[in-house]
C-alpha cells in the first residue's frame, strides 16, 4: 500500500471514529451531566450495559469532571496506569499485562465513557516513522483491552510520536519513560 493511500486510510478512520464519538459522546453540556455508571436506567443508549462478569458494583453518578480525576489525575489510586514498550517495539510486554488487566476492569466500571489511547515514542527516529510507531503502539494497546472485554468503540487511539517526552534527557532511563501508551479522556 503506498503512502498517500495509507494516510488517506488513516484520514477516514479518523473520520470514522469522530463520527463515533460525536454520536457516543453527544454534547458536552456544563460538565455537571452525570456520567451513567453501572446499575443506572439509561434506556436505549446502551451506556448501563456491563461488558463482564463480576462488574456489578453499583456506583454513584459522577460528573464528567469527578470521573476525569478518577481515570487521569495522577493523584488517583484509580488512575488508568501508562504502559511501556521496548526500543523500536509495539509488542505489548509481559510486565504491562497486569497494568492492562487493571487498567480494564476500571474502565469497565464506567461503560458510558469514551477512553483515549495516546501512542508515544522516545527522541530517536524522524518524526514519520515515530508517528506510525506511536499508533502501532496505541493500537496494540487498544487490542489488549478489547481482548480483555472492553468494547472497541469506546476505545480511540491517536499517536504524539515523539512530541510529547514525559521524560526530559537523552538517555535510556529517559528513553524508556517516554515509550509509552497514556489514557485520557475521549472528549476531543
Known amino acids: 500500500m503506498s503512502k498517500h493511500a495509507r494516510k488517506s486510510q488513516s484520514v477516514l478512520l479518523l473520520v470514522a471514529t469522530l463520527c463515533l464519538t460525536v454520536g457516543l459522546v453527544g454534547c458536552k453540556g456544563n460538565g455537571d451531566t452525570p456520567i451513567s455508571t453501572p446499575g443506572g436506567n439509561d434506556g436505549p443508549t446502551g451506556n448501563n450495559v456491563e461488558e463482564g462478569p463480576g462488574n456489578r458494583e453499583a456506583l454513584p ?26 526500543y523500536n517495539s ?7 499485562l497486569d497494568t ?3 487498567n480494564a476492569a476500571t474502565i469497565k466500571k464506567y461503560p458510558g465513557r469514551i477512553i483515549m489511547v495516546h501512542g508515544h515514542c522516545d527522541e ?34 491517536v499517536s504524539h510520536g515523539k512530541e510529547q517526552p514525559a521524560a526530559a534527557g537523552h538517555t535510556e532511563a529517559a528513553w524508556a519513560k517516554n515509550r509509552r501508551c497514556e489514557f485520557g479522556s475521549g472528549q476531543l
Do not use: C, M, W
Not at 133 to 149: V, Y
Open 61 to 86: 453518578p459522577l460528573t464528567s469532571e469527578e470521573l476525569d480525576r478518577i481515570l487521569f489525575d495522577v493523584n488517583s489510586d484509580s488512575r488508568l496506569q501508562p504502559v511501556y514498550f521496548d
Open 90 to 96: 509495539f509488542d505489548i510486554r509481559a510486565g504491562a
Open 100 to 102: 492492562l488487566r487493571v
Open 124 to 157: 530517536r527516529g524522524t518524526q514519520d516513522y515515530n508517528l506510525a510507531l506511536g499508533e502501532k503502539r496505541a493500537q496494540a494497546t487498544r487490542a489488549h483491552l478489547i481482548n480483555l472485554g472492553v468494547s472497541g468503540d469506546r476505545i480511540i487511539t
